[in-house]
């Protein structure tokens, strides 16, 4: 069974930067898109960005383009989104989560399994 578990949320200044990892553990079968979500306070789960099983694809909420990248590694079974230029908004609990046999995608409910969540939370 598929497990992942994302790590390297914190507390960070206006402006300063992130990086936030997911590492899938366990038997995967086939290959997956990543996707990476947010959820602030009393907000419902929202798309942050996504990439592909061979990262040709990728996709980013309006609101971060620019500012975050996605990336993964296959042969270690990790991806990344490296968050800079962070803003108050940007406070929440990022999610990573997999997509089976599918693209990158920024609807919640095309994945499949999630990680626990990481607290970023940005100061003014």
């Known amino acids: 069974q598929v497990q992942l578990v994302a790590s390297g949320g914190g507390l960070v200044q206006a402006g300063g930067s992130l990086r936030l990892s997911c590492a899938a553990s366990?038997?995967?079968?086939?290959?997956?898109?990543v996707g990476w979500f947010r959820q602030a306070p009393g907000k419902e789960r929202m798309f942050v960005a996504a990439?592909?099983?061979?990262?040709?694809?990728?996709d980013y909420a309006a609101s971060v383009k620019g500012r975050f990248t996605v990336s993964r590694d296959n042969a270690n079974n990790t991806a990344s989104l490296q968050m800079n230029s962070l803003k108050p908004e940007d406070t929440a609990v990022y999610y990573c989560?997999?997509?089976?046999?599918?693209?990158?995608?920024?609807?919640?409910?095309?994945?499949?399994?999630w990680g626990q969540g990481t607290q970023v939370t940005v100061s003014s």
């Open positions: 989560a997999a997509r089976f046999w599918g693209t990158a995608s920024p609807i919640v409910d095309e994945y499949d399994i």
């Open positions: 366990g038997r995967t079968v086939g290959n997956y898109a």
């Open positions: 990439i592909s099983w061979g990262g040709g694809r990728t």
